[in-house]
């Protein structure tokens, strides 16, 4: 079977030949690259992976055979915060920026998050589902086999609680592994403008009791800034969700810096996100907590944000790195993790090592989910990606080009 005809449909094995892995173990150094290698899925599961002249024989005595052609495999990428379950566009806000409005003055002038809030919510489940799937399956084309969905332009009970049904929904009619997070505390409606407080109590808290009820929350995420949320209003939404066994993320010194990240790390946060106003407290309480420091260079792009998150010290303190698209309708407008990966390193100072672990390993870790994918390793989901390049450095290197060859999702070939 030659490398164009990937499909696996039978019960049997799959040998996964003639490779080269970049299976980003842990264990090993850099990406954990393996020369000459394989990768044997079963079930769903890889249940190896190593060099291929070590296969036991009773392995590929049993097993389908796809030979891969030397072509290089990846974890399946892991885009770990996203917005992508909305209503609308805010195109005329990017013409404000261009025209030199500050990301502050677009949200205190009526823009911003609740500009997008009447749209969402004038859509139901199945109208918000159409209109995400398309940016969904633009992401699932460059090898993105696990994505989180945020809520968070509701600010309703409604609409929050439609968010989060669109977000499993896509889960259900494409082969991805979706993970929600609850993001209520976004910004206040205008009705709520100056009482923070009541919108928690009457609208945030009760939404999240009724959201973990019918299972929509695998997270509790909020967005703690001056236009925002303050730590103390945050403080209220984190101690429900750990009185209700969910964990929590956080939107955390994006244009300031409030000890949002700080906040986070005390309640055990998966990760804190954004981080370009981090102080040297937040990041000593993050490595303490094992948080992981999300960056969005989309966002930081699409606002011209000036100053770069500290990422001399999130490395010196080893507070693990990840990289999302942040895909949201007004501050950054991404559906490429490749791209993301690109900007990361253009824009971040990265490694191509960095880049890749943050798209795959730690992508994984900061959703809770490193134990079941996001490395090749034998127990973990056979989630894979395939790719038509020379060298993993490509992935990062080139603007503009998807060389991915196969997605695969627990051991399916699946779309391109």
């Not at 696990?146 to 609409?159: H, M, N, P, V």
């Not at 945050?234 to 209700?244: E, G, H, S, T």
């Amino acid at each position: 079977m030659t490398g164009d005809n990937l499909f696996t449909g039978t019960d049997r094995p799959s040998l996964w030949r003639n490779a080269r892995l970049a299976t980003l173990d842990p264990s090993q150094s850099g990406l954990g690259i393996v020369e000459k290698g394989a990768v044997v899925t079963e079930g769903g599961q890889i249940t190896y992976v190593g060099p291929e002249g070590e296969l036991p024989v009773s392995m590929i005595e049993r097993a389908e055979i796809i030979d891969l052609e030397g072509r290089w495999v990846t974890p399946g990428l892991v885009d770990c915060h996203t917005h992508i379950v909305y209503g609308g566009n805010r195109a005329r806000e990017f013409e404000m920026r261009l025209e030199g409005a500050t990301y502050e003055e677009v949200a205190r002038a009526g823009g911003g998050i609740v500009s997008s809030v009447k749209a969402t919510n004038a859509l139901s489940v199945d109208g918000l589902v159409q209109a995400s799937i398309r940016r969904l399956d633009t992401l699932l084309s460059e090898g993105v086999t696990t994505i989180e969905i945020k809520s968070g332009y509701g600010l309703t009970s409604d609409g929050e609680l439609k968010m989060l049904e669109a977000a499993r929904a896509l889960g259900a009619i494409r082969p991805v592994r979706v993970k929600t997070s609850y993001l209520g505390a976004h910004a206040t409606p205008a009705h709520y403008k100056g009482r923070n407080g009541d919108y928690i109590n009457d609208v945030v808290l009760p939404t999240l009791d009724e959201a973990h009820k019918r299972g929509l929350a695998d997270a509790v995420d909020g967005f703690c800034e001056g236009i925002a949320f303050s730590t103390d209003e945050i403080a209220r939404v984190f101690d429900r969700a750990k009185a209700l066994g969910l964990p929590v993320k956080l939107h955390a010194e994006q244009l300031s810096n409030l000890g949002g990240a700080k906040l986070a790390a005390g309640y055990g946060a998966l990760s804190t996100d954004h981080l370009e106003y981090l102080d040297d407290e937040g990041i000593a309480a993050m490595a303490a907590a094992g948080t992981v420091a999300v960056l969005l260079p989309g966002a930081f792009y699409a606002i011209n944000e000036k100053q770069k998150p500290p990422v001399k010290a999130l490395r010196t303190t080893g507070v693990p790195i990840a990289i999302a698209t942040d895909c949201n309708p007004g501050t950054s407008p991404l559906t490429s993790l490749l791209l993301t990966m690109n900007m990361s390193a253009t824009l971040f100072g990265l490694t191509v090592e960095e880049c890749i672990a943050g798209a795959t390993r730690e992508g994984a870790r900061a959703l809770g989910l490193l134990g079941e994918t996001g490395t090749l390793e034998a127990g973990k989901s056979a989630d894979m990606a395939i790719w038509d390049v020379e060298s993993p450095a490509e992935l990062v290197y080139r603007i503009g080009f998807n060389p991915l060859h196969a997605r695969i999702y627990k051991g399916e070939r699946i779309g391109r």
